[in-house]
Antibody, heavy 117, light 110 residues
Framework: QVQLVESGGGVVQPGRSLRVSCAAS????????IHWVRQAPGKGLEWVAL????????YYADSVKGRFTISRDNSKNTLYLQMNSLRVEDTAVYYC??????????WGQGTLVTVSS | QTVVTQEPSFSVSPGGTVTLTCGLS?????????PSWYQQTPGQAPRTLIY???TRSSGVPDRFSGSILGNKAALTITGAQADDESDFYC??????????FGGGTKLTVL
């Protein structure tokens, strides 16, 4: 069955960097684009980024553009989100979600990133 | 900046029908935005309910239906049950690889 497992979350100081990962299994990873979506504590869902199946195209929300980089390693069935210049407002649970045509069909359980001094 | 709008909260009686909507701060939602709907209970990942306006995801009961009503996307729940009490989010495809979630609707069943 399709599984997406995020990891790498933790506590980081403002201005520092962190990389979170999403390990995929149960499907042909290199056939699908993948999203990152985040949810601040007690708040709604926010789309963060999307990467195409081969990594050649990347798209970002304005709130993270220039600070976050989405990437993937299809040989390892793994998606990444490199987060630089972190801000307190980046504190959230970060979910990866498989992209079907024009929707999100499978979601991971999320990893919590806390930005705090 | 365009914002996707949803009712912050809604209440429905058990067995009743409720329609949640998903609009745009400027403009109308059409099928070209490929509206989809997700359900989330506290501490859990979102669950996909409806995609491409009105297609139910696998395993979703037919009590849930999607449509376009006027200038908004809509999620209708008929025969509401206690375990429908959760947060519901819509998301729209804005084009050029960009997606936008609504703020979510907290549904209470009482």
């Amino acid at each position: 069955q399709v599984q997406l497992v995020e990891s790498g979350g933790g506590v980081v100081q403002p201005g520092r960097s962190l990389r979170v990962s999403c390990a995929a299994s149960g499907f042909t990873f290199n056939n699908y684009p993948i999203h990152w979506v985040r949810q601040a504590p007690g708040k709604g869902l926010e789309w963060v980024a999307l990467i195409s199946y081969d990594g050649s195209n990347k798209y970002y929300a304005d709130s993270v553009k220039g600070r976050f980089t989405i990437s993937r390693d299809n040989s390892k069935n793994t998606l990444y989100l490199q987060m630089n210049s972190l801000r307190v407002e980046d504190t959230a649970v970060y979910y990866c979600a498989r992209a079907e045509v024009h929707y999100f069909d499978y979601w991971g359980q999320g990893t919590l990133v806390t930005v705090s001094s | 900046q365009t914002v996707v709008t949803q009712e912050p909260s809604f209440s429905v009686s058990p067995g009743g029908t409720v329609t949640l909507t998903c609009g745009l701060s400027s403009g109308s939602v059409s099928t070209s935005y490929y509206p989809s709907w997700y359900q989330q209970t506290p501490g859990q990942a979102p669950r996909t309910l409806i995609y491409n306006t009105n297609t139910r995801s696998s395993g979703v009961p037919d009590r849930f239906s999607g449509s376009i009503l006027g200038n908004k996307a809509a999620l209708t729940i008929t025969g509401a049950q206690a375990d429908d009490e959760s947060d519901f989010y819509c998301v729209l495809y804005m084009g050029s690889g960009i997606w936008m979630f609504g703020g979510g609707t907290k549904l209470t069943v009482l």
